[in-house]
């Protein structure tokens, strides 16, 4: 039988106590002294490595503990010692179907978050005194029939659905010196020169009890020609304020409509009207007119009463819980983000690509369209861009701005009674006032305004607070009984993937530590004490080869 020999070697530090062999390791010892410092630093490595390992291989608290000592309600009688038995079973039904239904609550809270929910508050708010909006008006009938020339008439006549060779069937007026300068033809300067003027319309003027005239007025360009804007606040005008609500306390007007002026319909385009009367918009003075949009219309033979209520700071949403959008108006001809200036300068530049020109009303330097491009493009691109392209012109709500609410009622004017004193002040018939004369009453219902703010109907802090009220109700946990949880799963994965590394780190020292089995016969073929014993005597080794052993004279002396 072969036997087999294993060598083990162990070295300790210099400075222990000598042992009974002490004085013949003392010499070498004191010739090669090893380093106190160096040792204690090599235990202390070695004490925190075994420490280390102990607490790495420590197993977790098992799941009975563990649920005994946790704040989640139920689970100390789900896992009890002993195993699961039936009054275990009916615990631990109980406590599925109430995660089931707390689980079905936080679906339908969070479902209910991902929508944006939205509520809007009204409120109304008392003022010493309110600023008196902007109101722009505008004849129906753009062009006076007495400033109409051939020339103009021949130039107009696209715009107008009247042929060249066509009689036009009234008396024109005589051509002007515009129609000699040589100058080419400018629709804009047309249109300031014979378009109804406020001096001839406007009969009476007051507001808030005191008078009023055409220098209140400033003139605006739409698309029915030349406007006039009352209490516009440009051009260095303040704006006008009122102090008391109700009828004689706002703009109180009296126009005479021109009838007699209006041109004939010789043809349906869009720059022609049926009607007869002015159209009339209420607007703040940050936003510019949109009449032809936005107005409401003022017909003669009545006094039209408009009851306005402010409606100041609308505040709105921004996406998802809203609509609104915070945006800066990047534009050339407007200071201020409206919708209404948005529309306008996206129009201007639409026709300007499209047509290489702009239409009366349009802000720009770029040139004005002649009737020629108005009614072959610019009528056209501009229908087609308000009724069916929604991808061009997008104009965001702003999240703040500041509008009116009308109340209109009206009453006959003039009576039987009057309508002799009308005909008489004014040097007109009577059929002439009935036809013609209106009045226009504009004024603040009360003196407050409204506050319409948008605000979140849901927020995250209402989303928690309603989890955690279903978390306390259906399983009594918390956001602590979570963490344990978490903290629990944690050590358990932490206790298995150390014990594969731990497992892994002993297989590879195990075969590092493996000692080399030599056979008698092995030794006896190699026979080194022999070929050692031929050695000469003086061959000796250092005594602190090996620590605590004496000094031997030779290597034979050691290994044989």
């Known amino acids: 039988m072969p036997i087999q020999i294993f060598c083990s070697v162990s070295f300790s530090s210099g400075e222990e106590a000598l042992g009974p062999l002490g ?53 100390s009688h789900v896992f009890v010692e002993g195993g699961p038995g039936p009054r275990q079973a009916l615990w631990a039904v ?23 929910p ?6 109304e708010v008392a003022a010493t005194e309110l600023t008196f909006p ?24 696209p715009m107008l659905g009247l042929d060249e060779s066509d009689d036009p069937g009234v008396p024109l007026a005589p051509p002007g010196p515009e129609a000699f300068s040589g100058e080419p033809f400018n629709l804009h300067r047309f249109y300031n020169r014979s378009c109804h003027r406020l ?3 406007l009969l009476y003027c007051s507001y808030s009890g005191g008078p009023c005239g055409p220098h209140n007025f400033s003139v605006v360009f739409t698309r029915y020609g030349k406007c006039y804007t009352f209490n516009s606040g440009r051009d260095g005008r303040p704006r006008l304020k009122t102090m008391k609500g109700g009828t004689g306390n706002g703009l109180e007007i009296m126009l005479d409509i021109q009838q007699d002026e209006y041109l004939p319909v010789w043809g349906e385009t869009d720059e022609t009207s049926f009607e007869a009367g002015i159209k009339v918009q209420i607007h703040s003075q940050d936003e510019p007119p949109f009449i032809d949009q936005l107005g409401f219309g003022v017909a003669p033979g009545f006094q039209t009463f408009v009851a306005c209520q402010e409606q100041r700071q609308l505040i709105y949403l921004p996406p998802p819980w809203g609509t609104c959008k915070a945006v800066t108006m990047d534009s050339d001809f407007f200071d201020s983000y409206s919708i209404t200036a948005c529309r306008i300068d996206c129009e ?31 009528d056209p691109a501009l229908d087609f861009l308000v009724e069916k392209d929604q991808e061009y012109c997008v104009c965001e709500m702003p999240c703040n701005l500041t509008r009116y609410g009308k109340e209109l009622s009206m009453v006959k004017i003039p009576s ?14 009577e059929q002439y006032i009935g036809e013609n004369i209106l009045v226009l009453d504009i004024f603040f219902e ?30 009594g946990a918390s956001i602590l009984t979570v963490l344990e949880l978490f903290d629990y799963a944690y050590e358990v994965l932490k206790h298995k993937l150390c014990r594969r590394a731990k497992c892994q780190k002993e297989a590879k020292r195990s075969s590092a530590d493996k000692g080399v089995a030599l056979s008698l016969d092995d030794v006896k073929r190699h026979n080194p004490c022999e070929s050692l014993r031929g050695h000469p005597a003086g061959m000796t080794y250092a005594a602190n080869i090996l620590p605590h052993h004496p000094a031997r004279g030779t290597f034979e002396d050691f290994t044989c």
């Open 23 to 75: 004085d013949a390791w003392g010499p070498q010892q004191q010739q090669h002294p090893r380093n106190n410092s160096e040792s204690e630093e090599e235990e202390e490595e070695k004490e925190k490595m075994l420490r280390k390992e102990a607490s790495e291989g420590d197993p977790p608290v098992d799941l009975v503990a563990f649920a005994n000592s946790c704040t989640l309600h139920g689970a």
């Open 94 to 116: 109980a406590f599925v179907l109430a995660l089931g239904a707390f689980l079905c609550q936080v679906g339908d809270r969070i479902a209910y978050y991902l929508s944006y």
């Open 118 to 123: 939205h509520v809007t508050l009204l409120d």
């Open 134 to 157: 902007a109101v722009t008006l505008c004849n129906t009938n753009a062009v006076r029939l007495s400033q109409l020339s051939y020339p103009d008439l021949l130039y107009l006549a």
């Open 199 to 201: 001096e001839d319309m």
């Open 348 to 378: 201007t530049r639409y026709l300007v690509e499209n047509c290489n020109c702009r239409m009366v009303h349009m802000p720009g330097d770029a040139p004005y369209c002649t009737p020629e491009q108005y009614k072959e493009c610019a």
């Open 416 to 429: 039987k009674a009057s309508a002799k004193y009308l005909a008489k002040k004014f040097n007109k018939s």
């Open 446 to 475: 009360v003196l407050n305004y409204e506050t319409i703010e948008q605000k979140k109907a849901y927020e995250i802090a209402g989303l928690l607070g309603d989890i955690g009220g279903q978390m306390g109700l259906f399983i």
